[in-house]
């Protein structure tokens, strides 16, 4: 080959291998460590010298790519690393806004110093420097990225003036020699990985190999002098790293004239035939000695001179290809992780390896196994001694129709396994001995084995739910959890009031040189273990309701009647309670704090007892000691039982005038000072049953409020929602199945309906709902205008409508409809640890005394129809229009990343409020109450909102009046709705600002005398309005 005249130096571009392992790297990294930190990463790159005649090798980006190369020690001579930086940005806009041309100057900046300060010289990998940008969308499973290998744009064109093959350019003495030279220095791992160096050839033809630093000493002589390099190789190209090699010759050598060697090899060796040697004068750039010189830079792969560097397409890759067996448990587990972004790091190992057992099957049991699951929880084991019967369905979350007649313990293990596969369940069916209960001698030896059985299981697990429908049957856990200091949860349900508690630890031993064995039993501490003291057990407090209870043995009939709603607030608090107990330093012996102290650590307040009540919307923590005349915890009992073993229990169960003895009960005549179950109000079931629900989103919350719905006695349920289901859904939303992954959640979620209740009359919809700020295309129009009719036809036809949606913005429609159309409108929104639970007020009423009016627009009244004023809708303390919100958000936001439980807890929250609106006399007029200031009617208290935080166990009822400036629920609004119709909503939809132009918030925030709304919880930072 031999160049022909002079002409513009070309070069081949580099061909770049980006593995997908390097990208699963990389998610890892995001999820684990990164969170939203989006600062640059320093990476490495592999190269070497071409192999295979006519195959360019590639510059990989591999796993090990994920360190820098100084922290990196892989590397050898098929992969000299190279110094990267990789930008990755939190969105998909993030991604897109970047400026790439000034990225690139930035990174040619870096090269340009490094030549100039002589890191170069040192470190010749520098002038390969490379960049890459990606967006990781974890939530899909997929990159986006480009890579750029920056290359300094000179101010005239480099002139080629000769390229030849080595072998052709130099005399056969040089070619061996030089041969021998290469192998030398590509064998030696002090130099195999430099890329960038010299080649001096003496005039008696010796050829040596030298570093890049050497090239002064190098000079002159006569001899002669190449700059080499490792060239990737494409034909009769230099490679692209020729073009900084020449920038460094340019600048530190300060000549005009170089002649390089592009070095290549077969299989290993040095490959002199294909080898290129050329000539390429240059003029020396301007400019570029200045410090703060930034260079024109070239070098994005595929990158065409003149096209805009926003047209560039990002390559992409799918990583779901990857680790298929494992990637289900990633995807169930990564709001945990992501929770760790900006809240507090989930300890994933512990929670994945805490043995949890359940007592209980039903009602609690269902819902506590599945949030156990949705903390991570992957061993769990399930005592009941029940069947599933029909009645169950509704309240019982886990079981269908198909599992009547089954026992319990056996239906709940694949209804668990079919939300996580990698869940370790084990079903156990025994009765749990009972305090009082009458043993026989026939029955005798089948209580004891119980009671082993039980004891053998207590030993075995770390944490024990207390789920039992009775307090008798809760006994002999207490004991062998006080006994063998293992976390205890108990929760307690008693028509619409709960309580949840851990128990504390069990007592230590005082010291005093005793056998151990005795010390053991004789010498308990009344501190446990670190010295403190004791907190009591669901047994400290009241030992007469007990005695009552025991009597009279009716208490598991009472406590069946529970309101609904009320199982899904308990569950919800008892597995938040038990994790943040896990992630305690101190665990069991943690002190119990109390709301509104601040002795929280990083999960919030670790009370004692939550003791909360629906229908007064009230929520207390509550803290004893451990009594010592409890039946179940006290010292007298534990070293009784470490005394007498079975024989006491046995004892105790079939007489527990046994136990008030031994704990010096006095008051054991003290009659029936349990209080009464209080009468359920008056439930009017045929208006439940008639009312026409809809609900919009059928996700975490609209699993929970539909299946609350039907347990209350709602048989019309319509469910509006267009994502269909995906693997991480499962442990969170409630409904459904592995067997649903892929099918619309609007269908899906209708056959779970009907298998726990037969009769209701369901209805899926599959739609999205439209939103303002997500602007159309032409051709968009026209079904975006259908969605608008048809979500306003369903408005008009239901009764109830009940926002369940994951966004501010799909929420604005439905609100403006429900308004116009005076419609119960609830809405249930999630922050990370807090919810919003609230119900719209009505809409406007018509003025009178306004006789002239054909625009029936000008006769809003303030108030509403019943005179009264309006209270306020989602969007009424807001001062921005809702636009979209997704696009710019990271990861953590635009998935929901709420602590599991919330959403049961807002559900049941939701679905209350609903009940008690509906048998309220004035309905949706109804005025807003606050807990403690109003009166309560039968009905309990009817707030117009809820806002509870689990962190700090707040729960506060608040009053919101209709805002004039409302983007919703304003009769500047409505009237515009109603004058212009969907036209009005259609320019909404594309035209943000037209909102907040209508209601005046624009004039709003550019007054000063603005201040906040008075309601704003200026406490919650946790912005609910996000999610
Ligand atoms: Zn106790
Ligand atoms: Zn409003």
Redesign the pocket.
């Known amino acids: 080959m031999e160049a022909a005249a002079a002409r513009p130096l070309q070069v081949a571009a580099i061909g770049v291998c980006a593995e997908t392992g390097f990208w699963d790297s990389l998610r890892r990294l995001k999820l684990d460590v990164l969170g939203t930190d989006d600062s640059p990463i320093p990476i490495t790159g592999y190269y070497t010298p071409r192999q295979y005649e006519k195959i360019a090798s590639l510059f990989r980006i591999c796993p090990e790519s994920i360190l820098p190369p100084s922290a990196n020690s892989f590397g050898d001579r098929n992969n000299c690393p190279v110094p990267g930086t990789l930008l990755n940005t939190n969105n998909m806009r993030g991604f897109q806004n970047l400026d790439r041309a000034l990225i690139l100057r930035a990174e040619a900046k870096k090269i340009l110093h490094d030549i100039s300060s002589g890191n170069v010289e040192e470190n010749p990998s520098l002038l390969l420097r490379f960049l890459v940008i990606s967006f990781a969308d974890l939530k899909n499973w997929k990159v986006y990225y480009n890579v750029a290998f920056p290359s300094l744009v000179f101010d005239s064109k480099i002139t080629l003036l000769s390229l030849k093959f080595a072998s052709s350019a130099l005399s056969q003495e040089e070619v061996t020699s030089l041969s021998k030279a290469f192998i030398e220095w590509r064998k030696s791992s002090e130099t195999t990985v430099v890329p960038f160096f010299l080649i001096n050839i003496t005039q008696d033809s010796t050829a040596t190999v030298r570093h890049l630093k050497d090239w002064k000493a190098c000079q002159g002589n006569g001899q002669k002098l190449l700059f080499g390099f490792y060239d990737h190789g494409n034909r009769g190209f230099p490679g692209w790293a020729l073009r900084n090699y020449i920038a460094f010759v340019s600048l530190r050598c300060k000549i005009e004239k170089v002649q390089f060697f592009c070095y290549r090899e077969k299989r290993g060796h040095p490959d002199l035939q294909q080898s290129l040697i050329g000539e390429a004068s240059f003029l020396a750039p301007h400019g570029w000695d200045a410090p703060d010189y930034v260079p024109e830079a070239i070098g994005w792969e595929g990158e065409t001179i003149g096209k805009e560097y926003k047209e560039m397409k990002p390559k992409e890759i799918d990583l779901s290809s990857i680790n298929p067996a494992s990637q289900d448990e990633e995807k169930q587990l990564m709001h945990l992780k992501l929770m760790g972004w900006r809240h507090f790091a989930v300890n994933l190992d512990k929670l994945s390896s805490a043995r949890c057992l359940l007592l209980g099957a039903g009602t609690l049991g269902c819902e506590v196994a599945r949030l156990l699951m949705t903390w991570g929880v992957r061993k769990l084991t399930v005592v009941d001694n029940g069947c599933v019967s029909m009645s169950d369905l509704v309240k019982q979350s886990l079981y269908t129709d198909k599992d009547c007649g089954v026992p319990r313990v056996t239906a709940i293990v694949p209804h668990l396994k079919e939300r996580c596969s990698a869940v370790e369940v084990e079903g156990i069916q025994m009765e749990i001995p009972i305090l009082g209960h009458n043993i026989s001698a026939s029955n005798a030896a089948s209580v004891l084995d119980d009671c082993k059985r039980l004891q053998t299981l207590v030993d075995s697990n770390d944490v024990v739910f207390l789920l039992n429908e009775t307090r008798e049957s809760m006994w002999l856990p207490t004991l062998l959890c006080a006994d063998k200091n293992k976390i205890a949860i108990a929760a307690l349900l008693k028509y619409d009031s709960y309580l949840v508690m851990r128990h504390g630890a069990g007592p230590g031993i005082k010291g005093g040189g005793m056998d151990e064995v005795i010390a053991q039993i004789e010498n308990l501490s009344t501190e446990d273990a670190l010295g403190r003291q004791r907190l009591g057990c669901c047994f400290c407090s009241d030992i007469a309701s007990l005695v009552n209870s025991e009597y009279t043995g009716t208490l598991d009939q009472h406590s069946t009647v529970i309101s609904p709603g009320l199982t899904s607030v308990a569950s919800g608090k008892a597995v938040e309670l038990f994790a943040r107990m896990l992630h305690h330093p101190d665990e069991i012996h943690a002190p119990g704090d109390i709301a509104g102290t601040d002795t929280e650590h990083q999960l919030g307040l670790l009370p004692h007892q939550m003791q909360g009540s629906l229908s007064k919307c009230v929520l207390s923590t509550v803290l004893c000691n451990s009594s010592s005349n409890c039946i179940a915890c006290s010292n007298a009992v534990l070293s009784e039982y470490r005394r007498r073993g079975f024989y006491f229990v046995m004892q105790a169960i079939n007489c527990p005038t046994h136990l008030k003895e031994l704990t010096n009960i006095s008051d054991l005549k003290k009659p029936f000072a349990c209080s009464k179950i209080s009468a359920s109000i008056p439930v009017n079931l045929e208006k439940l049953s008639s009312a026409r629900c809809l609900l919009l989103g059928a996700g975490t919350l609209g699993c929970d409020v539909a299946r609350i719905l039907m347990d209350c006695g709602v048989r019309k349920i319509t469910i509006v929602d267009s994502g269909r289901v995906v693997v991480s859904n499962l442990a969170r939303q409630s409904l459904y199945t592995s067997d649903d992954r892929d099918s619309p959640k609007a269908s899906a979620i209708l056959g779970h309906l009907k298998e726990r209740c037969p009769s209701v009359i369901a209805e899926g919809i599959k739609m999205e709902i439209p939103m303002p700020g997500h602007p159309v295309s032409p051709n968009e129009a026209a079904s975006v205008l259908e969605e608008c009719k048809r979500l306003q036809e369903l408005v008009a036809s239901h009764d109830a409508i009940f926002l369940l949606t994951d966004t501010r913005e799909s929420r604005w429609l439905p609100?403006l409809l429900c308004?116009n159309e005076n419609k119960i409108a609830i809405t249930a929104a999630l922050g990370y640890d807090s919810y919003l639970v609230m119900r719209?007020?009505a809409g406007p009423g018509t003025s009178r005394g306004n006789p002239d009016g054909d625009a029936a627009a000008d006769k809003l009244s303030a108030e509403d129809a019943l005179g009264r004023q309006r209270l306020?809708?989602?969007?009424?303390n807001d001062v921005v229009a809702p636009v979209d919100s997704v696009s710019n958000r990271t990861l953590d936001q635009q998935c929901t990343v709420t602590r599991p439980g919330l959403a049961s807890i807002a559900s049941g929250r939701a679905a209350d409020l609903f009940t008690r609106l509906l048998h309220h006399p004035d309905g949706i007029h109804a005025q807003g109450e606050i807990a403690g200031t109003n009166s309560e009617g039968p009905l309990g208290l009817l707030p117009h909102q809820i806002r509870g935080s689990l962190s700090q166990y707040n729960l506060l009822t608040l009053l919101g009046y209709?805002?004039s400036n409302?983007?919703?629920?304003?009769n500047a609004v409505l009237s515009e709705y109603q004058r212009r119709g969907m036209d009005f909503v259609m320019q909404v939809i594309n035209e943000p600002t037209y909102l907040e132009d209508l209601t005046g918030i624009t004039d709003l925030m550019k007054s000063a005398a603005y201040s906040q709304v008075e309601w704003i919880d200026e406490a919650d930072d946790d912005e609910i309005d996000m999610l």
């Open positions: 609100t308004a719209h007020g306020g809708c989602y969007f009424c209709s805002s409302c983007t919703a629920c304003s």
